[in-house]
């Protein structure tokens, strides 16, 4: 169950069918096809997407996003095509996980779109309605120093504007509400206890316009506030005020799923899947999950190691396994979460870690710094990391102290090797990622095979030059 502490935290529950919609990209009549995978057309604007999200950091100045080698991104999205083709061919699409990843995405665009209707396009934060703000809480005692008001402007905006979202989603809700039928089993209701476990056992605590409201859930949500709460319960002296405060949070989680049906229930009416840039987001999002849901049930069954391969494995890279052992290694740094998870986006798409270093992070070392540091130095979550990686590898934002670091491990040595089943499950990670890869390039490799790829050599080549790199003559080609 979703977490519904505000208002407009909600989710919208209903399907819809995507039908025969299978084209890898739609190219539109105003843009050059790039490629055809099978008779499905990738355009310039899907790959020019593409460059933009690799290298974001880039500035323009400086003539595009540097050395990219687009011709190895055009690969990569015929790649994801055959995938895609291949996930409809073993109907992955019908799969009950993946239909509940695709509902669940769908839910999430759902409410962003009807709060932007009903609630962020209606803000209208004008310049007298600062000044009146400033006035009435910054001048009470006489006029304020000369340019205070630019000063607090900003601030002034921003808590406006949050005052201004909670009365339209307030009054939003209590819209719905007064033109709802609602009907609550207040006998169930006021048995419920949130210290106590309950069968729900198909039992209904509500319905909002003939919809029900399972007793499953209300016990869920309940438990889960009551336990946030449990330390403030424990201070209050009498038992009726506990008591008067768990009745208060069961109202208030029974109000919030009320109200996440209710807005279920408008965004359903509003049917914003005929919407064609709605529809878009949600064709491009399918595509994405349909990739993930091949490689996790076609490709990954094939790829997890024999105890043969571990073995194997561990014996050919005994030096990888040393306690004690010494680090080679270059770092990001940031002050803030969201910009390293940034970086790594661009890492994980393709970035060069030296050149974006040099770009995002705060500091690191100098091209040539070649410093060997023992492992042991390290804050236990570094450490743990730096023995999983293997020489090369990127690790994932790690926080260190008020900072937030990527590792890439440029080596390491010495140390006592670490027992095989000390290091077994380690063992199982790192073959099996690699015979993964293999797997997945040798069966792209047969889609490739019995497929028909065509690749446009002269739009392509005008893309090149604008990235300095050359294009080459591996894939047949088509003017």
């Given at each position: 169950?979703?977490?519904?502490?505000?208002?407009?935290?909600?989710?919208?529950?209903?399907?819809?069918?995507?039908?025969?919609?299978?084209?890898?990209?739609?190219?539109?009549?105003?843009?050059?096809?790039?490629?055809?995978?099978?008779?499905?057309?990738?355009?310039?604007?899907?790959?020019?997407?593409?460059?933009?999200?690799?290298?974001?950091?880039?500035?323009?100045?400086?003539?595009?996003?540097?050395?990219?080698?687009?011709?190895?991104?055009?690969?990569?999205?015929?790649?994801?095509?055959?995938?895609?083709?291949?996930?409809?061919?073993?109907?992955?699409?019908?799969?009950?996980?993946?239909?509940?990843?695709?509902?669940?995405?769908?839910?999430?665009?759902?409410?962003?779109?009807?709060?932007?209707?009903?609630?962020?396009?209606?803000?209208?934060?004008?310049?007298?309605?600062?000044?009146?703000?400033?006035?009435?809480?910054?001048?009470?005692?006489?006029?304020?120093?000369?340019?205070?008001?630019?000063?607090?402007?900003?601030?002034?905006?921003?808590?406006?504007?949050?005052?201004?979202?909670?009365?339209?989603?307030?009054?939003?809700?209590?819209?719905?509400?007064?033109?709802?039928?609602?009907?609550?089993?207040?006998?169930?209701?006021?048995?419920?206890?949130?210290?106590?476990?309950?069968?729900?056992?198909?039992?209904?605590?509500?319905?909002?316009?003939?919809?029900?409201?399972?007793?499953?859930?209300?016990?869920?949500?309940?438990?889960?506030?009551?336990?946030?709460?449990?330390?403030?319960?424990?201070?209050?002296?009498?038992?009726?005020?506990?008591?008067?405060?768990?009745?208060?949070?069961?109202?208030?989680?029974?109000?919030?799923?009320?109200?996440?049906?209710?807005?279920?229930?408008?965004?359903?009416?509003?049917?914003?899947?005929?919407?064609?840039?709605?529809?878009?987001?949600?064709?491009?999002?399918?595509?994405?999950?349909?990739?993930?849901?091949?490689?996790?049930?076609?490709?990954?069954?094939?790829?997890?190691?024999?105890?043969?391969?571990?073995?194997?494995?561990?014996?050919?890279?005994?030096?990888?396994f040393r306690k004690g052992y010494e680090v080679w290694f270059r770092e990001m740094i940031f002050q803030v979460r969201e910009d390293a998870e940034k970086a790594l986006k661009e890492l994980k798409e393709g970035a060069n870690f030296e050149y974006l270093a040099a770009r995002v992070s705060e500091r690191w070392g100098p091209k040539g710094a070649r410093v060997w540091l023992s492992a042991d130095r390290f804050p236990p979550g570094i450490r743990k990391e730096l023995n999983r990686l293997e020489v090369g590898q990127i690790s994932a934002v790690l926080a260190d102290g008020r900072h937030y670091k990527i590792i890439k491990l440029k080596g390491k040595r010495g140390g006592e090797p670490e027992e095989f089943s000390r290091v077994a499950r380690r063992l199982k990670k790192i073959v099996a990622q690699q015979k993964f890869n293999t797997v997945l390039s040798d069966y792209l490799a047969k889609l490739r095979k019995r497929s028909n790829i065509k690749i446009n050599k002269k739009a392509l080549?005008?893309?090149?030059?604008?990235?300095?790199?050359?294009?080459?003559?591996?894939?047949?080609?088509?003017?």
């Amino acid at each position: 169950m979703v977490k519904k502490s505000l208002v407009f935290a909600f989710l919208l529950l209903f399907w819809v069918t995507l039908g025969d919609h299978r084209a890898l990209y739609c190219a539109s009549e105003h843009t050059t096809v790039l490629a055809e995978v099978n008779g499905k057309k990738i355009d310039e604007r899907a790959i020019q997407d593409r460059i933009k999200a690799i290298h974001r950091y880039k500035p323009p100045t400086e003539g595009g996003a540097g050395s990219i080698n687009v011709l190895g991104l055009l690969e990569q999205m015929i790649d994801e095509g055959l995938i895609v083709q291949d996930a409809y061919r073993v109907e992955l699409d019908r799969d009950p996980d993946f239909e509940k990843k695709l509902e669940s995405y769908i839910k999430s665009q759902s409410v962003i779109r009807l709060r932007k209707e009903e609630v962020l396009d209606k803000i209208d934060i004008r310049e007298e309605d600062l000044l009146d703000y400033f006035k009435k809480h910054y001048e009470k005692d006489g006029p304020a120093p000369e340019g205070q008001f630019e000063k607090r402007k900003m601030k002034i905006r921003k808590k406006l504007k949050k005052e201004r979202e909670k009365e339209l989603s307030d009054n939003f809700v209590a819209m719905l509400r007064e033109q709802a039928d609602i009907w609550i089993d207040r006998d169930l209701f006021d048995l419920l206890d949130p210290e106590k476990h309950y069968a729900g056992n198909g039992s209904v605590v509500a319905r909002v316009n003939g919809q029900p409201i399972p007793l499953d859930d209300m016990v869920h949500d309940m438990r889960g506030a009551f336990q946030k709460r449990a330390r403030m319960y424990s201070r209050l002296e009498t038992n009726s005020e506990q008591k008067k405060m768990r009745e208060a949070l069961k109202q208030q989680v029974l109000d919030g799923l009320i109200t996440y049906k209710l807005v279920e229930q408008e965004a359903l009416r509003r049917n914003y899947i005929k919407d064609p840039p709605f529809m878009d987001i949600i064709t491009k999002r399918k595509q994405g999950l349909l990739i993930n849901e091949f490689k996790e049930k076609i490709i990954y069954p094939l790829a997890i190691p024999t105890k043969k391969e571990l073995t194997r494995y561990y014996q050919k890279h005994i030096d990888d396994f040393r306690k004690g052992y010494e680090v080679w290694f270059r770092e990001m740094i940031f002050q803030v979460r969201e910009d390293a998870e940034k970086a790594l986006k661009e890492l994980k798409e393709g970035a060069n870690f030296e050149y974006l270093a040099a770009r995002v992070s705060e500091r690191w070392g100098p091209k040539g710094a070649r410093v060997w540091l023992s492992a042991d130095r390290f804050p236990p979550g570094i450490r743990k990391e730096l023995n999983r990686l293997e020489v090369g590898q990127i690790s994932a934002v790690l926080a260190d102290g008020r900072h937030y670091k990527i590792i890439k491990l440029k080596g390491k040595r010495g140390g006592e090797p670490e027992e095989f089943s000390r290091v077994a499950r380690r063992l199982k990670k790192i073959v099996a990622q690699q015979k993964f890869n293999t797997v997945l390039s040798d069966y792209l490799a047969k889609l490739r095979k019995r497929s028909n790829i065509k690749i446009n050599k002269k739009a392509l080549k005008r893309i090149e030059e604008n990235y300095r790199t050359e294009p080459t003559e591996e894939a047949e080609t088509t003017d």
